[in-house]
């Protein structure tokens, strides 16, 4: 899969954060591609997060 703009690789890494058993290791963009490296893992961590605000989990604040 050819990954060419931000928008591509977030839904490419929040389908992958869907999966029960995907993982962040999981990402196809190398380091040299920084920008869409990080646009992946941005949806990566959408995906986890969605089905827990759809069982009522609000976010929790990094810092209490």
Do not use: Y
């Not at 899969?1 to 029960?20: C, H, K, Q, W, Y």
């Not at 920008?35 to 759809?54: A, T, V």
């Amino acid at each position: 899969m050819l990954l060419v703009s931000m928008n591509d690789a977030f839904e490419a890494g929040r389908r992958i954060g869907t999966v029960p058993h995907g993982s962040a290791i999981d990402c196809p963009i190398g380091h040299e591609q920084i920008i869409l490296r990080l646009s992946w893992m941005d949806g990566f961590s959408k995906g986890r997060s969605d089905p827990l605000r759809d069982r009522g989990w609000i976010d929790l604040p990094l810092w209490n």
